[in-house]
């Protein structure tokens, strides 16, 4: 049994910055992909970032790239969301997933929310402007 537990969203003004923080634990694997999505009030579940440690490789969605980074402790049962140059439309609730279909060597990393097993609750990230 995978357990994600998100951490670090609060209330931030235009142009501040943010780190949010996944946690995982159970038989999560250095194998699995992990990834960050969001949904923000009446829109559907976005994705914003996700990163695989074998064959290392990171994807980011348009809206957020060149502001946002994620990144992984040593031991990769920590992932990282470094969110800088935050927008008023970067408001949502922002949750941790983990796949350990697309963690694998050769794999690509996915950008679906049907394609990620593991999910976190989320924590809620608010932009003022």
């Known amino acids: 049994q995978v357990e994600l537990v998100e951490s670090g969203g609060g209330l931030v003004q235009a142009g501040g910055s943010l780190r949010l923080s996944c946690a995982a634990s159970g038989h999560i694997f250095v194998s699995y992909a992990m990834g960050w999505f969001r949904q923000a009030p009446g829109k559907e579940r976005e994705f914003v970032t996700a990163?695989?440690?074998?064959?290392?490789?990171?994807y980011y969605a348009d809206s957020v790239k060149g502001r946002f980074t994620i990144s992984g402790d040593n031991a990769k049962t920590t992932v990282y969301l470094q969110m800088n140059s935050l927008k008023p439309e970067d408001t949502a609730v922002y949750y941790c997933a983990a796949d350990p279909d697309s963690g694998r060597y050769y794999a690509t990393l996915k950008t679906g929310t049907n394609e990620y097993e593991y999910w976190g609750r989320g924590t809620q990230v608010t932009v003022s402007s």
């Open positions: 990163v695989k440690w074998r064959r290392y490789d990171t």
